[in-house]
Structure formats: structure tokens, C-alpha cells
């Protein structure tokens, strides 16, 4: 029975000594990315440099384990679930483990979900079985009950139950303990810090680990302390003769010449200065810090200290030492040479046979490697690797302290930064030119602001710059904006010497000022943001401020955008119909426009809700509905010969071509309606050519082989350029209004118009006019060359019951031209 008995007590302090902290991961379900630690990489058996994808990573977990984690870590991404379960792990090089993952959801500076992070601890080898280490560690008092001293404690540090040997232990005649508090058993001087550490333990939910002199008995006794239930329970045992030995042993310099920590033994002397004097250092401690024997013997431990070592830490020291007491830190240390380095020193009082004190013993653990991950891990945390500026975390942490201080009367400005067309670096020149841009854009940023601002970067091409008013730089925030702001726009104007390619590039900038009244930080973020799309919307490489009318906008925006909803789910929305007529007067045609006639609002222009629609994504189903609406307006046509030659042209929004389904839902539209493809003109604007031209040509193409028409709407408003307008497979160039309505009074507005004629008719493609008015303008036209027209001066939008109308009058008149309607109409 005992057998078995110790055999359990070695195995959870085996487990307990494995429950170490080994690696740090992050995944970020915006870029697909997963980062782990060097550690983690390590447990997992990864070579060096080794970039993981997240299903490479758990790949790696037992399979009969891999559904729960993946479930586990799926409920956190999406419903912000934390989690912690132990798994098995099969490293790469074909070692097990068990591990146990900790995760936690990854928030923006909004508190939307951007992915999950975590930690990872193993836990035991192979073998090991789940709960195994709570089991023990509740499990083990009634075991030990006729073996060990176990005792267990409540929240207040009192002793709840104790078995037989821990009262022998505690107290040699046996008196109950229940109820005495357990810091009271130990010399006066260790208790005020025995009983910190006690509560803090019951606080926090943690283990204890401790080895303090008995103040009844005077022997040394080893105390385990574990979680269980509100409280800890106690493994009590008698180390006085190994910790005994153990301080004999670390006298003999033979034995302690081989250990591979640092030992350093010093005299019991006072710690004025000179302080006590060194007796003796092991051949590691010349290893680690170049110095020799000889050179260090009778001076002071004072060498080893530097710059960095911090003061705190030698004041434990000391206040330890005047006490007799063990103490324990992590210290910086330097060699020889001036380089510094990590040690968990140990330092333990050395006593004779008669208790006199003789000697201080420092054993060393050179840490260094350790703490350079965690100030890597540290650093991952609160800065952006690309760049080296500080990344979300810290400035969201910075902003908060801004906020803060402003209660007491200091303000400042905050200033949203959006490289312009970036995007389009990326896709024609490739994300590696696109990281060298931003790390040159952080490097100019950086030296746009005085010491003390805050610049950081967001993710992908957004910056942050943080102002504050401060003592030291008492500039108005106002002012203080408006001249860095500049400063940004010429720096970040100026062009970038990338490998092979010298590139120029501008930024959109907005500012909120904040400080005159209470504001929380995602107020200010939002209001940075939003006052940067309207500098965006001012034709970019320019500064707008956030006022409370921009805000007023957002908004009516905002409302506009939920009854748009309503309407779309209640079928308030419907569909007009413009006739495109030839030069003899006859429909070739009609353009599909969507109407929207708000019961309070009265009827809304499209110039006002499309952008909504594209903003909130709706328009993406209800551009799938205009385009079924189409093809069965075509396909009731197509059985009318006097209707089967006519098309409808329907506008294709940038989102909803870029959608990955957009060609397969217009080949089914145009399937299930049994029409001819080249009867259905798709209508796309010139800002769809502005971003990842390649990939809208090949889907162009794509369109082009099944057979349905292309026209470029609004052309020369937009982004227009011959260089790229050649390899578009477009059938039609449509004159944007803007320039048909003053083409009779502005000759530039003329020229414009006759050059865009005379480049289709070289290029061979159709022309189309919009907004056509008067008879003057469309005589204009066609001497230019210019055939085909739509607008008012044939008939006004009409819906298709009215259309049908128009249409039958128009034929059952003599002649061929139809009536005019009034543009007034």
C-alpha cells in the first residue's frame, strides 16, 4: 500500500514540476494567419523559421482530441467563448505529449471578434490521462492520510482538517490545529511574508510552494499547497536533513566545481560597505561570466551588478538577508566583457551545528534564453513586426491613458491615416514591394512627430498618430494638427525608391480633437475614421477635421441604411425602364433603373441609396433580383417579334461583380429565362478598373464567351486610361451626362465628347449618349459621329406597364420617330 502511495505522491509532483509555461500562439481569421512562440514551435518539434497555417498546426493533436479542440476554438472565434482542455500532441518528430491549451478570444479596437489566442502548457508524456492532476491533487489527503502530513486550509488561511502526522509535525505534543491559522507554526520574523503568500495564493486560486524553520521545533519543513475548493490543501514533510546535507554539500568545492548553475558562497559579514566578500565561485561561474577565481576571491558579489540591474531586486535581496531568510529573484547580471545576463539566483543562509550563521550561498540559473522569448513574446504583443511601430494593443492602451489624463484639463488630436490606392501596389506589383512601402511609410511618419506622440499602425495601410498637449510641448491641439497633418501629406507625397520601380503614392487623412468634452475610445476611433472617408471622398491626399455635422450625416447614413433594408425585405423597391433609341428615331433597346419610393421620404434618387446599398452588401441580392427581373422582361419579348430585337442594359455595381458567384448567377439568370445572352448588356462603371485589373478582365472575358454584352457607363469621369482601355472586351462606351449637358456652351465638354466618339469608331465600338435633352444636342452628336442616345428628349424612366404604352403609341403613329416627351416631364 505505501508502495503504491508514493508511487501516486511522485507522480503529481512530477506533474505539478511539468506545469510550466511553454508557448504563446495567435490567429488572426482577417489574414488567415497563425503565429507561434519559439517555445511552442519547440513542444511541436518545428525546425527553425517554420511558419505554420492553422490546419498544419492541429494537425498535429491526437485525432481522437482534434474534433473537441476545433470545436472549442470555433466557439470562441464566433461566440467569444473561452476555453481550456488537455490534448495530446504528436510533434513532428514523432514524440507525444500532453498538452494542455488554453484560448481566449482576439478582439478589435470595436470588441468585434478577429480570430483566437492563447497559451499552451505540457503537462506530462505519453500515457498521461485527462484530470489526472486535480484527481491527485484532491484525492491524495485521504491516501496520505496513514503516510504524509497533509492538511487542508479555508480562504482566511485557517486550518479546516489536518491528519495526524501533519499535528505531529506541527505540533510535537499533539494539540488540535482546526481553526489556528497555519503561518502561526513558523518563526515570528517569516510570518507577515508567509502570510502574504498564503493569500495571496487563496486570492488568486494558486499553488504554494514554500520551505520555511518551524518556530516550535526548529526543523525545516517543505509545504506543497494546491487549489481545492475555496481553499489549498497542504503536503507538510521534514526536509531538516536534506536541506542540511544539501548546504554541506554545496561547502564541498569538488562537488559543487561540477554543477553546471552558478554557485557563488560569500562570508556572513554585514551588508554596509564593503559588505560580505566572495570565498568562493565554480568553474561555471567562470564560464558564464569571464571572470576568474582568482580575480573575483575576496571582493564584493557588487562586480557582477550594472546599469540594468534593477534596484528592487537588491533590496529583496538585503531585506532577506537582515532577516536570515531564504530569497529568491530573477537579476540581471553582467560578464567580464560588459554583456549582460539573465539569472534566477537562489540565495540561501548557511548555518553550523550550533546555529551560527557562517555563509551565504547564490546558486544561479543562467535565464537569459528564457527571458529573451518572453520579451519577444512581450514585444509580438504591442508592436507590429513589419513596421517596428506600436500596433493596436498598445495604442488602444496609450489612447485610454490620453482619455484619462484629459478629465484633468489636457487635450488632444487623433489622427487617422489611409495610404490611397495601396491596394493597387499590392496586385500589380506584389505584397513584398507592398511591405517595403509601409515599413518606408513608418519610417517617415515616425519623423513627422515630436518625442512623446504616438504613431502606430492598425494592420494592412492604416496609421494612427496620437497628439497630446503636454508640459513639455503645450502646443493647442488644433494647431498642433493641422501642422502635422501637413507635414504627413507632404512626406508621405513624396516618392518611394522600391526595388526596380519608383513609386508615388498620397494618403487620406482624419482628425478628432478631443478633450473639450467626455469621449470613450472607440467614439474617437470612429470619429477619426469617418472624417478620413470624407477626406477620401474629397478626391484624396487631403485633411478633414470631424465635426459634429459629419457626424450628423453618418448618421442619417445609418437610418437611410436600415429603411433600405425594410424595403428590400418588404418589396418596396421596383424597377424602371429608359428607352435607348437609334438614329431613325427606333428603340434598340432600354436600360433597367431601380427606383425606390420611401413612404416617408417620398421617392429616394439612386445617387443616394446605391452607395448604402453597396456599403451594407445589399446589393448584392437585390443586383441578383434586377437581373432576373431582366432576363424575364427579355424572355417575354422574345416571343413578340415586334419586341425580340430589343435589349435591356442593367447597371453592375463593383461589389457585386467582384463577387466570387457573379458570373455562374448571370449564366443562371440567363439559363432559367431561355434569352439569348446578347440581348442583356451589363453596365460597369470605370472604378471598377482601379483596383486588380487583371482579374476584372479575365472575368470580363468570361462574360464576353457567354455571349452577353459589355458597356462602360459614365466613361471619362472615372478612371479612364487608353493604355488598358484596349484590352477591355467591352462592345460599348456609354458619354456620361456630365458632358452631354453643356456640350452646345463648353468647348471642352464638346472635345471630350468628340474625342470619346472618334476613340470608339477607331477601337470599334459602339457609342451610346446619356442625358440627351433637346433636339440640338442629339443633332450635335450625330454630326460628330455619335448614333445612338438616351434621355428625356425620347422618353423619361417609366415603369414596364408604361413602357408597354409608350411603346404602342409610338408605333401606331405615322412615321417612325417617336413623341417627344418633356424633359420637364
Given at each position: 500500500?505505501?508502495?503504491?502511495i508514493?508511487?501516486?505522491?511522485?507522480?503529481?509532483?512530477?506533474?505539478?514540476?511539468?506545469?510550466?509555461?511553454?508557448?504563446?500562439?495567435?490567429?488572426?481569421?482577417?489574414?488567415?494567419?497563425?503565429?507561434w512562440?519559439e517555445?511552442?514551435?519547440?513542444?511541436?518539434?518545428a525546425?527553425?523559421?517554420?511558419?505554420?497555417?492553422?490546419?498544419?498546426?492541429?494537425?498535429?493533436y491526437?485525432?481522437?482530441?482534434?474534433?473537441?479542440?476545433?470545436?472549442?476554438?470555433?466557439?470562441?472565434?464566433?461566440?467569444?467563448?473561452?476555453?481550456?482542455?488537455?490534448?495530446?500532441?504528436?510533434?513532428?518528430?514523432?514524440?507525444?505529449?500532453?498538452?494542455?491549451?488554453?484560448?481566449?478570444?482576439?478582439r478589435?479596437?470595436?470588441?468585434?471578434?478577429?480570430g483566437?489566442?492563447?497559451?499552451?502548457?505540457?503537462?506530462?508524456?505519453a500515457?498521461?490521462?485527462?484530470g489526472?492532476l486535480?484527481?491527485?491533487?484532491?484525492?491524495m489527503?485521504?491516501?496520505?492520510?496513514?503516510t504524509?502530513a497533509?492538511a487542508?486550509?479555508d480562504?482566511q488561511?485557517?486550518?479546516?482538517?489536518?491528519?495526524?502526522?501533519?499535528?505531529?509535525?506541527?505540533?510535537?505534543?499533539?494539540?488540535?490545529?482546526?481553526?489556528?491559522?497555519?503561518?502561526?507554526?513558523?518563526?515570528?520574523r517569516?510570518?507577515?511574508?508567509l502570510?502574504?503568500?498564503f493569500?495571496h495564493?487563496?486570492?488568486?486560486?494558486?499553488?504554494?510552494?514554500l520551505?520555511?524553520?518551524?518556530?516550535?521545533?526548529?526543523?525545516?519543513?517543505?509545504?506543497?499547497g494546491?487549489?481545492?475548493?475555496?481553499?489549498?490543501a497542504?503536503h507538510?514533510?521534514d526536509?531538516s536533513?536534506?536541506?542540511?546535507?544539501?548546504?554541506?554539500?554545496?561547502?564541498?568545492?569538488g562537488?559543487?566545481?561540477?554543477?553546471?548553475?552558478?554557485?557563488?558562497?560569500?562570508?556572513?559579514?554585514?551588508?554596509?560597505a564593503?559588505?560580505?566578500?566572495?570565498?568562493?565561485?565554480?568553474?561555471?561561474?567562470?564560464?558564464?561570466?569571464?571572470?576568474?577565481?582568482?580575480?573575483?576571491?575576496?571582493?564584493?558579489?557588487?562586480?557582477?551588478?550594472?546599469?540594468?540591474?534593477e534596484?528592487?531586486?537588491?533590496?529583496?535581496?538585503?531585506?532577506?538577508?537582515?532577516?536570515?531568510?531564504?530569497?529568491?529573484?530573477?537579476?540581471?547580471?553582467?560578464?567580464k566583457?560588459g554583456?549582460p545576463?539573465w539569472?534566477?539566483?537562489?540565495?540561501?543562509?548557511?548555518?553550523?551545528?550550533?546555529?551560527?550563521?557562517t555563509?551565504?550561498?547564490?546558486?544561479?540559473?543562467d535565464?537569459?534564453?528564457?527571458?529573451?522569448?518572453?520579451?519577444?513574446?512581450?514585444y509580438l504583443?504591442?508592436?507590429?513586426?513589419?513596421?517596428q511601430?506600436?500596433?493596436?494593443?498598445?495604442?488602444?492602451?496609450r489612447?485610454?491613458?490620453a482619455v484619462?489624463?484629459?478629465?484633468?484639463?489636457r487635450?488632444?488630436?487623433?489622427?487617422f491615416?489611409?495610404?490611397?490606392?495601396?491596394?493597387?501596389?499590392?496586385?500589380?506589383?506584389?505584397?513584398?514591394k507592398?511591405?517595403?512601402?509601409l515599413?518606408?511609410?513608418a519610417?517617415?511618419?515616425?519623423?513627422?512627430?515630436?518625442?512623446?506622440?504616438?504613431?502606430?499602425?492598425?494592420?494592412?495601410?492604416?496609421?494612427?498618430?496620437?497628439?497630446?498637449?503636454?508640459?513639455?510641448?503645450?502646443?493647442?491641439?488644433?494647431?498642433?494638427?493641422?501642422?502635422?497633418?501637413?507635414r504627413?501629406?507632404?512626406?508621405?507625397?513624396?516618392?518611394?525608391?522600391?526595388?526596380?520601380?519608383?513609386?508615388?503614392?498620397?494618403?487620406?487623412?482624419?482628425?478628432?480633437?478631443?478633450?473639450?468634452?467626455?469621449?470613450?475610445?472607440?467614439?474617437?476611433?470612429?470619429?477619426?475614421?469617418?472624417a478620413?472617408y470624407?477626406?477620401?471622398a474629397a478626391?484624396?491626399?487631403?485633411?478633414?477635421?470631424?465635426?459634429?455635422?459629419?457626424?450628423?450625416?453618418?448618421?442619417?447614413?445609418?437610418a437611410?441604411?436600415a429603411?433600405?433594408?425594410?424595403a428590400?425585405r418588404?418589396?418596396?423597391?421596383?424597377?424602371?425602364?429608359?428607352?435607348?433609341?437609334?438614329?431613325?428615331?427606333?428603340?434598340?433597346?432600354?436600360?433597367?433603373?431601380?427606383?425606390?419610393?420611401?413612404?416617408?421620404?417620398?421617392?429616394?434618387?439612386?445617387?443616394?441609396?446605391?452607395?448604402?446599398?453597396?456599403?451594407?452588401?445589399?446589393?448584392?441580392?437585390?443586383?441578383?433580383?434586377?437581373?432576373?427581373?431582366?432576363?424575364?422582361?427579355?424572355?417575354?419579348?422574345?416571343?413578340?417579334?415586334?419586341?425580340?430585337?430589343?435589349?435591356?442594359?442593367v447597371n453592375?455595381?463593383?461589389?457585386?461583380?467582384?463577387?466570387?458567384?457573379f458570373?455562374?448567377?448571370?449564366m443562371?439568370?440567363?439559363?432559367?429565362?431561355?434569352?439569348?445572352?446578347?440581348?442583356?448588356?451589363?453596365?460597369?462603371?470605370?472604378?471598377l478598373?482601379?483596383?486588380?485589373?487583371?482579374?476584372?478582365i479575365?472575368?470580363?472575358r468570361?462574360?464576353?464567351?457567354?455571349?452577353?454584352?459589355?458597356?462602360?457607363?459614365?466613361?471619362?469621369?472615372?478612371?479612364?486610361?487608353?493604355?488598358?482601355?484596349k484590352?477591355?472586351?467591352?462592345?460599348?462606351?456609354?458619354?456620361?451626362?456630365?458632358?452631354?449637358?453643356?456640350?452646345?456652351?463648353?468647348?471642352?465638354?464638346?472635345?471630350?465628347?468628340g474625342?470619346?466618339?472618334?476613340?470608339?469608331?477607331?477601337?470599334?465600338?459602339?457609342?451610346?449618349?446619356?442625358?440627351?435633352?433637346?433636339?440640338?444636342q442629339?443633332?450635335?452628336?450625330?454630326?460628330?459621329?455619335?448614333?445612338?442616345?438616351?434621355?428625356?428628349l425620347?422618353?423619361?424612366?417609366?415603369?414596364?406597364?408604361?413602357?408597354?404604352?409608350?411603346?404602342?403609341?409610338?408605333?401606331?403613329?405615322a412615321?417612325?420617330?417617336?413623341?417627344?416627351?418633356?424633359?420637364?416631364?
Amino acid at each position: 500500500m505505501q508502495s503504491v502511495i508514493a508511487h501516486n505522491a511522485g507522480h503529481l509532483l512530477e506533474l505539478v514540476e511539468r506545469c510550466v509555461f511553454l508557448g504563446f500562439w495567435r490567429f488572426d481569421a482577417r489574414q488567415g494567419r497563425l503565429y507561434w512562440s519559439e517555445q511552442l514551435a519547440r513542444l511541436h518539434g518545428a525546425p527553425p523559421g517554420y511558419t505554420p497555417t492553422f490546419a498544419d498546426a492541429m494537425s498535429h493533436y491526437a485525432e481522437e482530441h482534434r474534433p473537441e479542440l476545433e470545436a472549442r476554438i470555433r466557439a470562441c472565434r464566433e461566440q467569444g467563448t473561452p476555453f481550456d482542455v488537455e490534448v495530446q500532441l504528436n510533434s513532428m518528430q514523432g514524440s507525444h505529449t500532453w498538452v494542455r491549451c488554453v484560448g481566449q478570444p482576439l478582439r478589435d479596437a470595436q470588441g468585434e471578434i478577429i480570430g483566437t489566442e492563447g497559451v499552451v502548457q505540457e503537462i506530462a508524456p505519453a500515457g498521461y490521462q485527462p484530470g489526472t492532476l486535480m484527481r491527485h491533487t484532491v484525492g491524495m489527503g485521504g491516501a496520505l492520510g496513514g503516510t504524509e502530513a497533509f492538511a487542508t486550509i479555508d480562504r482566511q488561511g485557517r486550518i479546516s482538517y489536518a491528519n495526524v502526522q501533519a499535528e505531529q509535525l506541527l505540533t510535537p505534543g499533539g494539540e488540535p490545529l482546526v481553526g489556528r491559522k497555519i503561518w502561526s507554526f513558523f518563526q515570528k520574523r517569516a510570518r507577515l511574508r508567509l502570510e502574504e503568500r498564503f493569500l495571496h495564493a487563496l486570492e488568486q486560486g494558486e499553488g504554494l510552494e514554500l520551505e520555511e524553520m518551524d518556530a516550535q521545533v526548529s526543523h525545516w519543513l517543505e509545504l506543497r499547497g494546491f487549489p481545492f475548493g475555496a481553499g489549498l490543501a497542504l503536503h507538510l514533510r521534514d526536509v531538516s536533513a536534506r536541506r542540511q546535507a544539501q548546504q554541506h554539500l554545496m561547502l564541498l568545492e569538488g562537488s559543487i566545481a561540477r554543477l553546471n548553475d552558478i554557485v557563488i558562497i560569500t562570508e556572513a559579514a554585514p551588508f554596509r560597505a564593503p559588505g560580505p566578500r566572495i570565498v568562493f565561485v565554480n568553474e561555471a561561474f567562470e564560464r558564464r561570466t569571464g571572470y576568474t577565481r582568482e580575480e573575483v576571491i575576496g571582493q564584493s558579489p557588487r562586480l557582477l551588478q550594472g546599469p540594468n540591474t534593477e534596484r528592487a531586486q537588491l533590496d529583496r535581496i538585503r531585506a532577506a538577508l537582515e532577516q536570515w531568510e531564504r530569497v529568491r529573484v530573477d537579476l540581471v547580471n553582467y560578464t567580464k566583457g560588459g554583456e549582460p545576463y539573465w539569472v534566477d539566483l537562489d540565495v540561501s543562509p548557511v548555518w553550523d551545528d550550533t546555529r551560527r550563521l557562517t555563509h551565504w550561498v547564490a546558486v544561479g540559473r543562467d535565464i537569459t534564453e528564457r527571458k529573451r522569448d518572453e520579451e519577444k513574446i512581450q514585444y509580438l504583443a504591442f508592436y507590429d513586426p513589419l513596421t517596428q511601430l506600436p500596433n493596436r494593443q498598445m495604442l488602444l492602451d496609450r489612447l485610454n491613458e490620453a482619455v484619462g489624463r484629459n478629465v484633468q484639463g489636457r487635450d488632444g488630436a487623433l489622427m487617422f491615416i489611409d495610404l490611397d490606392n495601396f491596394k493597387v501596389l499590392n496586385d500589380t506589383l506584389g505584397h513584398q514591394k507592398g511591405d517595403l512601402l509601409l515599413q518606408q511609410v513608418a519610417r517617415r511618419l515616425r519623423h513627422c512627430v515630436a518625442k512623446g506622440d504616438l504613431v502606430a499602425r492598425l494592420g494592412g495601410d492604416e496609421f494612427v498618430v496620437l497628439l497630446e498637449n503636454t508640459p513639455e510641448k503645450p502646443l493647442d491641439p488644433l494647431t498642433a494638427a493641422q501642422v502635422v497633418s501637413q507635414r504627413i501629406l507632404q512626406a508621405l507625397g513624396e516618392p518611394y525608391v522600391l526595388p526596380g520601380y519608383l513609386h508615388h503614392s498620397t494618403c487620406s487623412i482624419g482628425v478628432t480633437l478631443f478633450g473639450k468634452a467626455p469621449s470613450s475610445v472607440s467614439e474617437l476611433l470612429k470619429q477619426a475614421d469617418l472624417a478620413m472617408y470624407q477626406a477620401k471622398a474629397a478626391g484624396r491626399n487631403a485633411v478633414r477635421f470631424f465635426d459634429p455635422e459629419m457626424q450628423a450625416v453618418a448618421s442619417e447614413n445609418a437610418a437611410l441604411a436600415a429603411d433600405l433594408r425594410s424595403a428590400w425585405r418588404d418589396n418596396h423597391l421596383n424597377i424602371e425602364y429608359q428607352p435607348q433609341v437609334g438614329m431613325d428615331g427606333r428603340m434598340t433597346g432600354v436600360e433597367a433603373l431601380l427606383r425606390w419610393e420611401h413612404p416617408g421620404r417620398g421617392p429616394v434618387q439612386p445617387e443616394h441609396f446605391i452607395p448604402t446599398a453597396e456599403e451594407t452588401s445589399l446589393i448584392i441580392p437585390i443586383g441578383h433580383w434586377v437581373l432576373e427581373a431582366a432576363c424575364a422582361q427579355l424572355a417575354l419579348w422574345a416571343r413578340r417579334p415586334d419586341r425580340a430585337h430589343l435589349s435591356i442594359a442593367v447597371n453592375v455595381s463593383v461589389r457585386q461583380f467582384r463577387h466570387p458567384d457573379f458570373i455562374d448567377e448571370v449564366m443562371s439568370c440567363v439559363r432559367r429565362a431561355g434569352v439569348p445572352p446578347g440581348k442583356l448588356k451589363l453596365e460597369l462603371t470605370e472604378s471598377l478598373l482601379a483596383d486588380n485589373l487583371e482579374s476584372v478582365i479575365a472575368k470580363m472575358r468570361n462574360l464576353k464567351e457567354m455571349g452577353v454584352r459589355l458597356s462602360v457607363d459614365d466613361f471619362g469621369i472615372g478612371y479612364s486610361s487608353l493604355s488598358y482601355l484596349k484590352r477591355l472586351p467591352i462592345d460599348e462606351l456609354k458619354i456620361d451626362r456630365g458632358f452631354v449637358k453643356d456640350i452646345l456652351t463648353d468647348g471642352n465638354d464638346a472635345a471630350i465628347a468628340g474625342t470619346i466618339i472618334g476613340l470608339c469608331r477607331n477601337l470599334g465600338l459602339d457609342v451610346i449618349a446619356e442625358g440627351v435633352e433637346t433636339e440640338e444636342q442629339r443633332q450635335f452628336l450625330a454630326r460628330q459621329g455619335c448614333h445612338r442616345y438616351q434621355g428625356y428628349l425620347f422618353c423619361k424612366p417609366l415603369p414596364i406597364e408604361e413602357l408597354e404604352a409608350f411603346i404602342a403609341r409610338v408605333e401606331g403613329e405615322a412615321g417612325i420617330t417617336p413623341e417627344p416627351s418633356s424633359a420637364a416631364s
